[in-house]
């Protein structure tokens, strides 16, 4: 009876034994032909995959002798398979529907819905077009006094990682350089100019998060937008969260500097000239962090890390000197200004050390996964 339970326990539905389980995991390679080699795929996985007769297998292969099998999809997405989504909300709580709006954004949904039970407020409306101006590729599509529809025009394989990385750069240089100008000339329009590129870098944000998250389901997308391994994608992401929270510390330092032109208050000269020289330095450290994560040095990386930390400590002890200058109010301006920047600093140490761990794992595959080449530079 014993023996009975068990036979009847293994053909409920879902239920597997480790035998069975092991039977799916291992395949016998069949000869077919005079040269050709076959085996048969997991049940399970076929199922899970929706996999059909005549649908595409994509082979990549990885060191080790393994290869990576992934069924190939289409990178565009036809018009009948776009992701919709309806949300129900109700009540004004502050700020949720600029986090529905964004967060379906970043979820990779091509159109999002939104019902109210009361009709929305001015106030919601407002909010919305706010969000939809920070999104790019994100439009209000349709309006009425309960409902708002939002539709996402971007296609994901003309927004290369890479490319996106380096727009992001680029208005990033574009940030320090309007601070230092605002420094040196006093002035309130170069600061200012700071505030729209920020807009710039959070739309760019976004959009990479939703592009990382599109590719993981996606392996030719991936290959598209540049992403040689799913084990790279969390790099990524850490990467792209790190120059995100980068461009918010410039916009504080844009902020401050904004603050003390307006208010009348001068820097002395010999403070002056140290932010100055902070703000050349980041500049200096975002460009060579991104040039390390984009050739994937070892060495180069190393040398970026060494240079931030060395800077990091000069600057930790000339602080206390830099700051007593000048009185209450503009030292305590000077102290949230060089906080941020070394805050900064410290965030693309985080980007080196992704880049340093990608190049150990690429050199790894070049070099058959048994000895690494510290010598290898650029690919």
Not at 242 to 265: A, C, K, P, Q
Request: proline share 3%; charged share 30%; with cysteine.
């Amino acid at each position: 009876m014993k023996g009975a339970a068990n036979t009847l326990m293994n053909r409920l539905p879902g239920k597997k034994n480790y035998r069975d389980d092991q039977l799916e995991r291992t395949r016998r390679v069949q000869k077919v032909g005079g040269s050709s080699l076959s085996v048969t795929l997991p049940k399970n996985w076929i199922e899970e995959i929706n996999l059909k007769p005549g649908d595409i297998l994509t082979f990549k292969e990885m060191s080790g002798g393994k290869l990576e099998l992934s069924k190939e999809t289409q990178v565009g997405v036809p018009p009948d398979e776009q992701k919709t989504v309806h949300i129900d909300m109700e009540g004004e709580e502050p700020h949720m529907l600029t986090r529905l709006i964004v967060g379906s954004y970043i979820a990779g949904h091509d159109n999002v819905i939104i019902r109210s039970r009361e009709p929305f407020t001015d106030a919601q409306k407002e909010e919305a077009s706010e969000a939809v101006r920070r999104v790019l590729g994100l439009s209000l599509v349709e309006q009425s006094a309960n409902t708002m529809e939002f539709q996402n025009f971007i296609d994901p394989i003309k927004y290369r990682l890479d490319h996106i990385l380096s727009r992001v750069i680029g208005v990033m240089n574009a940030e320090i350089e309007g601070c230092r100008k605002g420094l040196a000339d006093n002035s309130k329009e170069s600061v200012e100019s700071v505030f729209a590129l920020e807009d710039e870098v959070d739309s760019f944000y976004l959009l990479m998060i939703r592009q990382l998250l599109l590719s993981t389901d996606n392996y030719r997308l991936a290959k598209g937008l540049g992403i040689e391994s799913h084990k790279f994608q969390m790099g990524y992401r850490l990467v792209i969260k790190d120059l995100e929270m980068i461009g918010d510390l410039i916009y504080n330092v844009s902020r401050e500097l904004w603050s003390l032109i307006d208010t009348g208050l001068k820097l002395p000269d010999s403070v002056t000239r140290v932010v100055d020289d902070m703000l050349a330095k980041l500049n200096r450290f975002v460009l060579s962090s991104y040039e390390a994560f984009r050739e994937q040095s070892l060495q180069e990386v190393n040398s970026v890390i060494n240079d931030i930390n060395s800077w990091l400590e000069e600057v930790s002890a000339n602080e206390p000197l830099v700051t007593a200058a000048g009185d209450m109010k503009v030292a305590t301006i000077v102290q949230k200004i060089m906080s941020s920047l070394v805050e900064a600093t410290r965030l693309l140490i985080v980007v080196d050390e992704v880049a340093f761990n990608r190049s150990m794992e690429r050199d790894k595959l070049i070099d058959n996964g048994d000895h690494i080449n510290v010598n290898h530079r650029k690919r």
